[in-house]
Every structure is written in structure tokens, then in C-alpha cells.
């Protein structure tokens, strides 16, 4: 099936004869048990009657019977009793054999299989729009036959039997009156039937092959839509792929010297092996792309002129190159966005993608100006471009993007129906990996987007406004790289406008949510920098409540989660709102330490994780709600940041678990940890120093308790007079020491 703008239905032919009699599955020409399953009852007769597109209707409801089913509809034990059946009997109910097929889809496929033609769906759109209400979960059309509906149907089979004693008697008298002209009438009608027959036979080759295409479209159409972007799949997407793959793998094992039905064969591999892959069966999945590309190199090598064998290798080569860099990726192509991978078989990949490439340039030069040749240049090109980039071989990633970016401008000036912006640059990428910030912002404006162009002439394509809002984001994150936060808000606002309606239009796909977040979180980290700090705090909020829902199903989507929490606590960070603040922290907390279970030598996951629990455990430790206070706690949680922590961040922590040991009346502990905070951090400061005058002082060492005070006052003097939370330490110490401090 077809995009939105041009819809196309494409249809293949799943149903070859076979030889009854003898144990094999070989084709044997003339045969007709392959084809007939999907003849309509019309055509079964062989009577003279006009064979329109409710013929078509009939068949592509077997198909859709024999894929929910996975049974034939009729199954004779030889061709005069399968045509028999088709023409005289009623087909068994899905459900009868599937307890678990929806009724309504029942309803609608046997609607599309009445015997009657005019009792069909009258054109294939209202079959078509039947469908969608169900998969929209909407009230269907077609409707179960009444009692009397059934009557009459059981009232036509059984006339077969009267019409036809009628018939002898009619033979039999006429057999007395005129046996000659009827010996000479026998003769011309077998001769008729004969013609019928192949005529029917053709139709029927015809249809299956209808059938068969729109079976693929359907699965197509399902796989771009239903699974693309899901980080896993669901139990009930598992088991479609499971029922599409017995499908194609009974087509990839055909034998034929027919070259269309070898092509369909390789076209069925390629599929199984797509399928096979996102079920994660790489193994399977790699057999299969092997069989694809050996079918195709023998009908190029067969058939040089024909390009569609060409272009089907070519299109086979670019989904195998994809697999070699990444097996586990699902059926959508590669993300968009500066996320870095680590090729599975990086050189095999290559190989692949640029054998791709060629024969798309070969193709394109064949028939120039070619927009699918075209295309499949621009997309090699940048699958490339970014194993070449995530190799490390950044100049031959620039020219592969290079190269990319011209054929889409190409393709824009000779096909303007085509949507502006078809793909963001790919150079933007590595200008800002490598910290070209200014370049990198050039050219992003130097493409001339204009986004009211977007609004009027393509407001419904979701690729066009995914790139949009990409691109927004990208330039937002180059402004505010060069330290212009008010600018960046800008473009991340109108990005996050973007995403919220990519999410509200497709609100199953977590790509979307997750690409959401990400701009909010960017756009809080901006709107606090800007000096807006309730905004942000807003702004983080949506994210953490964009984020939650995908927390167990993406690792990604758990560590933005948990860096959102973090920086929301840092807007929280003031003596009013201690509860928010802690309560956020905890499950700041709590989402690290998934992801550390998850990758244990990630540093980042480990630095962050130390710095949450430190913050955590000061607040514990040394907030002024007595109830909030939880010292032991504050203990744990500091000796688990400073287990985690890098020689940078652990002379803080050092601090925390001191003041917490304090907290806790463990004066020695408290006394131990200061020193070691005092050595990782060049002397120490006040937050060491007053804790440690304090702790002496309980210990009964008074003169080195004064010594401490006045040491910690002294500093604060000269580096922090007038930080409240300093301010509050000098006060409890001088009290404890009964020290008349005159700056109180």
C-alpha cells in the first residue's frame, strides 16, 4: 500500500498447483489446485456471466480468510471437488476454527466471500473502509446475515438439484425431438467451455496474484505503522510477526523455473529475514537476506535488461547492510539524532551498502532522473554516512552526507511535489560532536526552511514534521551551546509544539514521547539558565510525566527519566519545599540504580547516581524540619556516593558522610571523614570546619574545638560571608561552644 499522498495497492500471487498424486511439492504445468482456492463462485461455474471487480472482492477475502485462519476455505481432495465446493458451498466461519478471530472482522471478511456478487462489498474502498473502522475500533458496515437471510442461502444450494432433474427431463425430451442438433449444440458448447475455462484459469492466476500482493501491502502497512519505533515488542505484536512469518516462508520455499515466481520468492526471503530479525532470530534472519541476494544475482545474471530484479537486489543490499551494523534494530530504519552505535560487523556492512549504492547509481543512469533510484541513493548514502561516523572515519562521513544532501536537493528541484526538508543534514551532527557550534548553526539556517510553506503544503505528513521538529531542536541546541539561553528557548518551544502534536496524532509510538522529553528537558535546562526558574521547574515536570509511562520499557528513556529528577530537584533546592525535594531525589535514586544494575561500568550512570545520593543524604542530614531529618539514612547514602564517586566529586562526599555521622552522635566517625573531606579538597573550607569544631567539642577536646570555630569563621569571613546556609552552622556551633560571635 502507498503513502498518503498516492495510495497504490500491490498485489502478489501466493497459490500454485501442485501434483496430488505423488509425495512432492513441485508445480506441475496445467495443474490447476494452486490457483483455484481463490477463484470466485462465478468463475467455478464457467458460465457466461461478466466477472467485474467484485471478483477481485471474493478473492482478496479468501486471502484474508486463509491468513487469520491459516487454513484454505475450501479444501477438496481434487480439482472437480474444490470447484464444486466453491461454487455450491457456503464457507466454514473463521471462528469455528479460531475462537479468538473478532467477530466483526468475521462479519467483514465473509461479507467479501458471498456467493451472490451483489451481496459482496459493492467496491473495494467500502471492503477497505470496513477495515479501517475496525482496526479505529469504530462500528463496522457489514452485518451478520439474519435468519431469513440464511434460509434463502440454504434454499439456493439445495435448488442445484431440482434445476438440475430439470435439466434431464429438458435433455431427455429435447434428446427426442431434434438428437442431432443436439449432438452438433454439444460440440459447440464444449468447445465454449473449453475457452471458458482457460479464461477462467488466466482470471484466476490473475487474482491470486491480487491476493497475494495485498496480503504483502497489508503486512506493510501494518509493520510501518503498528511496530515502528517501539523500543520492544508487545506479546500481541510478537504473535502477528509469527503468523506474517509462516506465511512468507511457506512462499521463500517455492521451486520454480519461472523467473517472476523466483523474483516473489526472493522478495519472501527478504521479508522472513526482516521478520526473523526484529524477533531477534539474527541467525534465521541472516539465512534468509543470503537466500534473497542469491536469487537476485541469478535473474540479474539471467536477465540484465529487466531493472526490477536489479532493484530489488539493490533494495535487499541496503536492508542487509543495515543488519550487519545493527541485528537488533526493529523494522524501522535507523533514528535521527546524535546517538552514537557501535557496529555489530562494520566492514561487511560497508561492502553491503556500497554494492546497494551502485546498483541504485547504475539503475538511476539507466533511466535518469529516476525518483525510487534516486531515493535509494540518498538513503544508502546516509546509512553510510553513519557507520562511517560511528567508526570513527568523521571526513568520509562528511562526504557521504554530502553526497546525500545533493541528491535530495536534486530530487527536490525536479519533483516538487516531493516535501522540502526530507531529511536533516547529517553534517550538523558531527560540526556539533565536535564542538562547531557556530558552523553548525550556519548551516542548519543555510537550508531556508520556512515553516509556514510546511504548515500549508504539507500539514499531515508526519516525516516532514518529525524533521521539523528535529531541526528546531538541532538549532536550538547549537544557540545554546554559544551560551544565548533566551534564543534557544525560542526554537525549543517551537520544537516541543511540533513533538506534542506528533504525540497527540501517534500516541503509540514511544520514539515521539521520548524525542518530547528530550526538548523539554533541554528547553527547563535553558529557562533556568535564562533566570525563569518556575518555567523550567514546568518544564521538567512534562517531561518526567512524558517519560514515566516509557520508564520499564527503554532503558533510554529510564536514564533521561532519571536525569530529569535530578534537575528538577535543583529548582527545588530551597527550605520550603524540603519534602518535594527529598521525595524527588528518592526516585532520582531509585531510577540510577536500575540503570548501574543494568551497565555497571558506565561512568556516567555511576557519577550521577553519587550525586544524587549525596544530595540526598545533606538533605537528610541537614535540613531544618526535624521530621524530615534522617541521619542514619544520610549515612548510608553518603558512604554509597563516595563508593561510587571519581577523585573529583569525593572530597564533597567526604563532607556529607561527616556532617552526617555527626548528625548521627557518632562524633569519632564524624571527626575521621572531615579529615578525609579536609585532604581531597585543598584544606577544606567551613562546611568541614565547623562540623569538625563541633564534633571536638562533644568529644571533650575544647581548645581544639575553639581552634576549629575560629578557623571556620575566618574562611567564611573571606570567601562566603553571607551564605545563609553557612550563616546557619556559625550559629549552632557558637552556641554548642558558647561562643559570643558579634556577626550574629
Not at 521479508?271 to 534472519?285: M, P, Q, T, V
Not at 557550534?437 to 537550508?447: C, S
Not at 500549508?456 to 554559544?482: C, D, M, R, S, Y
Not at 557518632?666 to 573550607?685: I, T
Request: glycine fraction near 6%; hydrophobic fraction near 40%; charge should be neutral.
Amino acid at each position: 500500500m502507498g503513502g498518503a499522498n498516492c495510495p497504490r495497492l500491490w498485489i502478489t500471487d501466493f497459490g500454485l498447483a501442485q501434483v496430488q498424486s505423488e509425495n512432492t511439492r513441485l508445480t506441475m504445468s496445467g495443474d490447476l489446485l494452486g490457483t483455484l482456492r481463490y477463484m470466485s463462485p462465478e468463475q467455478a461455474l464457467g458460465n457466461r456471466v461478466i466477472v467485474d471487480h467484485r471478483t477481485d472482492i471474493y478473492s482478496l477475502g479468501v486471502t484474508l480468510y486463509e491468513l487469520l485462519t491459516l487454513q484454505p476455505v475450501f479444501n477438496g481432495k481434487d480439482r472437480q471437488e474444490v470447484l464444486r465446493q466453491i461454487a455450491f458451498e457456503e464457507p466454514k466461519p473463521p471462528r469455528r476454527l479460531d475462537k479468538h478471530i473478532p467477530a466483526e472482522l468475521e462479519t467483514i471478511i465473509l461479507k467479501a466471500m458471498e456467493r451472490r456478487p451483489e451481496e459482496r462489498y459493492a467496491m473495494a474502498g467500502e471492503l477497505a473502509a470496513d477495515l479501517r473502522r475496525w482496526l479505529m475500533h469504530e462500528p463496522i458496515r457489514a452485518r451478520s446475515p439474519s435468519l431469513l437471510e440464511r434460509g434463502r442461502k440454504w434454499a439456493r444450494r439445495h435448488r442445484a438439484w431440482v434445476n438440475a432433474a430439470a435439466v434431464v427431463l429438458v435433455i431427455a425430451f429435447a434428446a427426442s425431438v431434434a438428437s442431432a442438433t443436439l449432438i452438433w449444440q454439444e460440440k459447440e458448447q464444449k468447445a465454449a467451455a473449453l475457452q471458458a475455462k482457460e479464461t477462467a484459469l488466466q482470471q484466476a492466476e490473475a487474482r491470486t496474484q491480487f491476493a497475494r500482493d495485498a496480503a504483502d501491502g497489508f503486512y506493510t502497512e501494518v509493520a510501518e505503522t503498528w511496530l515502528k519505533g517501539q523500543p520492544q515488542l508487545t506479546e500481541v505484536q510478537r504473535t502477528f510477526l509469527l503468523k506474517a512469518l509462516r506465511f512468507y516462508e511457506e512462499l521463500a520455499n517455492e521451486k520454480s523455473a519461472d523467473p517472476t515466481i523466483r523474483w516473489e520468492t526472493a522478495r519472501a526471503n527478504r521479508r522472513a529475514a526482516e521478520i526473523h530479525s526484529n524477533l531477534g532470530e539474527n541467525a534465521r534472519a541472516e539465512e534468509h537476506y543470503g537466500r534473497a541476494i542469491r536469487l537476485l544475482d541469478e535473474l540479474k545474471a539471467e536477465f540484465p535488461s529487466e531493472p526490477r530484479y536489479r532493484l530489488s537486489l539493490a533494495e535487499t543490499c541496503r536492508k542487509f547492510g543495515l543488519f550487519l551494523k545493527d541485528p537488533n534494530q526493529l523494522l524501522t530504519e535507523e533514528s535521527n539524532g546524535l546517538l552514537k552505535r557501535n557496529p555489530a560487523r562494520p566492514q561487511e556492512a560497508e561492502a553491503a551498502l556500497r554494492r546497494a549504492l551502485g546498483l541504485f547509481q547504475a539503475l538511476e543512469l539507466e533511466a535518469p532522473g529516476g525518483r525510487v533510484y534516486r531515493r535509494g541513493q540518498m538513503a544508502c548514502l546516509s546509512n553510510l554516512g553513519n557507520l562511517l561516523r560511528d567508526t570513527n572515519r568523521l571526513h568520509e562521513a562528511v562526504q557521504a552526507y554530502r553526497q546525500a544532501r545533493d541528491v535530495c536537493l536534486k530530487l527536490a528541484a525536479d519533483y516538487p511535489d516531493i516535501p522540502p526538508h526530507a531529511d536533516p543534514d547529517k553534517n550538523v551532527e558531527l560540526l556539533m560532536a565536535a564542538g562547531r557550534y557556530k558552523e553548525a548553526e550556519d548551516r542548519i539556517r543555510e537550508a531556508g526552511f520556512d515553516e509556514e510553506e510546511l504548515k500549508v503544503g504539507f500539514p499531515e505528513l508526519e516525516k516532514v514534521q518529525h524533521n521539523w521538529a528535529i531541526t528546531l531542536h538541532a538549532l536550538g541546541l547549537a544557540i545554546a551551546a554559544q551560551n544565548r539561553p533566551k534564543e534557544a528557548v525560542e526554537y525549543f518551544r517551537r520544537s516541543r509544539a511540533f513533538y506534542e502534536k506528533l504525540v497527540a496524532e501517534f500516541p503509540a509510538m514511544p520514539k515521539y514521547q521520548f524525542d518530547l522529553a528530550g526538548c523539554c528537558s533541554n528547553l527547563g535546562a535553558m529557562l533556568a539558565r535564562s533566570g525563569q526558574p518556575k518555567e523550567a521547574e514546568e518544564a521538567w515536570r512534562h517531561a518526567v510525566v512524558v517519560l514515566e509511562p516509557l520508564d520499564a520499557k527503554d532503558p533510554k528513556a529510564r536514564q533521561m527519566l532519571a536525569d530529569c529528577y535530578l534537575y528538577l530537584a535543583y529548582q527545588l533546592k530551597s527550605p520550603d519545599r524540603t519534602g518535594d525535594f527529598q521525595q524527588v531525589l528518592r526516585r532520582a535514586v531509585a531510577l540510577f540504580e536500575k540503570l548501574g544494575s543494568i551497565s555497571p561500568q558506565s561512568l556516567t550512570i555511576r557519577e550521577r547516581l553519587a550525586e544524587a545520593c549525596n544530595m540526598l543524604a545533606w538533605s537528610l542530614c541537614t535540613c531544618a524540619d526535624p521530621q524530615l531529618r534522617h541521619p542514619q539514612q544520610a549515612v548510608e547514602l553518603a558512604k554509597r556516593a563516595i563508593e561510587l564517586a571519581t577523585q573529583g566529586q569525593v572530597g564533597d562526599y567526604w563532607n556529607t558522610l561527616g556532617t552526617a555521622h555527626y548528625r548521627a552522635g557518632v562524633w569519632q566517625c564524624a571527626v575521621a571523614a572531615l579529615e578525609e573531606s579536609r585532604k581531597a579538597r585543598s584544606g577544606g573550607d567551613s562546611d568541614d570546619f565547623f562540623f569538625l569544631a563541633m564534633a571536638h567539642w562533644q568529644l571533650g577536646d575544647k581548645d581544639k574545638a575553639r581552634e576549629w570555630y575560629d578557623k571556620a569563621v575566618q574562611w567564611m569571613e573571606k570567601n562566603k560571608p553571607n551564605d545563609e546556609e553557612l550563616r546557619g552552622f556559625r550559629e549552632e556551633a557558637a552556641k554548642l561552644l558558647g561562643v559570643k560571635d558579634q556577626k550574629q
